[in-house]
């Protein structure tokens, strides 16, 4: 598919692949162990741009575009996932700070979230939420002269127990529905109130996802993003580019989990021929093949429409399910094909089994991408109704 690429995109890859490669891989193991957050990792890759590739220059973005974020992001999840899991610091936090902030906000943490010298969180949903995080929000944020004291708390938060700052949305009226929710930007190490859980799910032990406790959490007004009430509005704005994106970390993790199971397939021995030669490996190792290829045209396209700023509410969410299921039929397989050692942790293959799953929550679960991609095809409800910019670089933020 490269050939079909812009020239950059491939060199994007390579750059990307030599960071992993010399950078990250040699050492996630051992961050690992410890339970330790690669900051220097993170600052490194942030001053290589590729936390900035969706985000103008001119607030410290490298400005390379949403199919070059997805080629970045795809190829993270390929080498580690763990690692590549990961993209707060690019994605919903400086997103809704950027589309929803006033130019002091901005100016204050924007750049410093994408260069990596600052951690960032993103705290939407509740336990037993559910995909109505809006109407089911049961945070609430008071006003207190010149602070907001929030209260409640909030599940899945990565890196949590870790940040700098993050985005977390709150009601400040708690009748009004999704009009009533408003979002805040908050920095847990400065203000107290603020309790977070790491949550043990079998995933990365660095890059941890916590829940959160708020007790009174002060919040200065001046952090308020938007007017009170545009909190949803924000948020809904930031992650119509996200789809996109977390279908390219299904597709990084469906591509790592392929080339292993090529690699095993060669190399296994069994009655003095590899395994590979087999016909039901070949079924196998074919069907894989068939379902990335799919994908990734599917998750490019996506990612060119919104650098094109054209609306992909629908491509979108069709290029999420479908990497989505693609990454977990990929790990299925590449996992018989190892048989036992599939569920070793001497391989990575059970690290992308992990994953695999959890690409069916991120930006939307996989019944509402079904329910919008139904609605759209039955004429119910339009995805691109909504005829709006979606492109970071280029899109109003709200007056």
Wanted: charged fraction near 25%; aromatic fraction near 8%.
């Amino acid at each position: 598919m490269d050939e079909m690429l812009p020239e950059e995109i491939p060199a994007i890859r390579d750059s990307v692949r030599r960071f992993m490669e010399t950078e990250v891989c040699p050492v996630m193991d051992d961050y690992e162990a410890k339970r330790e957050l690669p900051r220097d990792l993170i600052k490194k890759a942030g001053a290589a741009g590729y936390y900035g590739a969706t985000f103008p220059e001119s607030v410290g973005g490298s400005d390379m575009g949403y199919l070059a974020a997805a080629v970045i992001i795809e190829e993270m999840a390929r080498n580690d996932i763990r690692y590549g899991g990961f993209n707060q610091n690019g994605g919903n936090c400086p997103a809704c700070i950027y589309l929803g902030g006033t130019q002091e906000q901005i100016d204050k943490y924007v750049p410093d979230l994408l260069a990596g010298n600052t951690v960032g969180m993103m705290a939407l949903t509740e336990a037993g939420g559910g995909s109505d995080a809006a109407g089911s929000m049961k945070t609430v944020a008071k006003r207190d002269g010149d602070v907001y004291r929030l209260n409640g708390s909030k599940m899945w938060a990565t890196l949590g127990d870790e940040c700098d700052v993050g985005i977390l949305l709150a009601k400040t009226d708690p009748e009004a529905g999704a009009r009533g929710v408003t979002a805040f930007i908050v920095e847990p190490k400065k203000y107290p109130g603020f309790t977070a859980q790491p949550i043990e799910v079998g995933l990365s032990n660095s890059f941890r996802v916590a829940a959160l406790f708020l007790d009174d959490f002060i919040v200065p007004v001046e952090n308020r993003l938007g007017e009170e009430g545009e909190g949803f509005k924000i948020i809904m704005r930031a992650l119509q580019g996200g789809r996109a994106i977390v279908g390219a970390k299904a597709l990084g993790i469906a591509q790592g989990a392929f080339e292993d199971a090529v690699r095993y397939s060669n190399e296994r021995i069994i009655k003095g021929t590899p395994i590979g030669h087999h016909q039901l490996i070949k079924g196998q190792i074919a069907e894989m093949a068939v379902a990335i290829e799919a994908s990734r045209g599917l998750v490019y396209r996506a990612a060119e429409l919104m650098d094109r700023d054209l609306p992909t509410n629908r491509i979108a969410s069709i290029a999420k399910f479908h990497a989505s299921q693609t990454a977990k039929f990929c790990t299925e397989q590449a996992q018989q094909i190892f048989g036992g050692y599939g569920l070793s942790r001497e391989y990575r293959i059970s690290k992308y089994k992990a994953y695999a799953d959890l690409m069916f929550t991120g930006e939307g679960t996989a019944n509402i991408q079904k329910l919008l991609i139904a609605d759209d095809a039955l004429g119910y409800k339009l995805a691109d109704r909504h005829h709006g910019k979606t492109g970071l670089r280029s899109m109003g933020r709200p007056a």
